[in-house]
């Protein structure tokens, strides 16, 4: 199930910069944060591809979503400047960002790549 992240869920589920000045992630399982907009028409079309991925990897990874609109700070954060971005964060070591709508495959390659989850 996909959920939405506020600044502060954010702080608590996937990095507390507040506190941190370094990396350090705060969750249990590998995530991915969809950073999108409303607005956004390639936003809009990754959107239920994210929703399918997330019930395919069910209990594997965590599926995030921030709305720059809403939650500009995290935005600023994490210097999105072009959306969609995605931050593919592995259990152990550092995030890696990707720009733009990809495809499935492109997805489920990272999450094996980047976050070493397999279905």
């Not at 960002?97 to 397999?118: C, I, R, T």
Request: hydrophobic content about 40%.
């Amino acid at each position: 199930m996909v959920e939405h992240l506020t600044k502060e869920t954010f702080l608590t589920k996937v990095f507390n910069y507040e506190k941190n000045p370094e990396w350090k992630f705060e969750g249990v399982k590998p995530c991915i944060i969809d950073f999108y907009a409303d607005w956004c028409g390639p936003c809009k079309m990754v959107a239920p591809v994210l929703e399918e991925l997330s019930k395919d990897f069910e209990g594997k990874l965590d599926v995030f979503k921030v709305d720059t609109e809403a939650e500009q700070e995290l935005a600023s954060v994490f210097g999105i400047r072009s959306i969609p971005s995605f931050l593919f964060v592995p259990s152990d070591g550092q995030p890696q960002m990707a720009l733009g709508a990809l495809p499935k495959d492109s997805f489920v390659k990272a999450f094996k790549d980047v976050l070493g989850v397999e279905k």
